[in-house]
């Protein structure tokens, strides 16, 4: 599974916003990867930020 869908799969499998260390740590990547994926995420339009610093699915 590529890193990109690792994160998103810790997001959608959550229920709540999550931070970049935590999702770090559910997925097994690097907290650096993670911040470039989510990066890469929100200018895809996949996640978005409810609050600073927490990401989540967009619905």
Same mark, same amino acid.
């Given at each position: 599974m590529e890193k990109v869908e690792l994160v998103l799969k810790v997001l959608s499998?959550?229920?709540k916003p999550l931070r970049p260390g935590e999702i770090a740590e559910k997925?097994?990547?690097d907290k650096k990867e993670v911040s470039e994926l989510i &990066?890469?995420? &929100?200018k895809e339009g996949k996640i978005e930020s409810p609050k600073r610093c927490y990401y989540a699915i967009k619905k």
């Open positions: 499998d959550s229920d997925a097994g990547i &990066k890469q995420l &929100k």
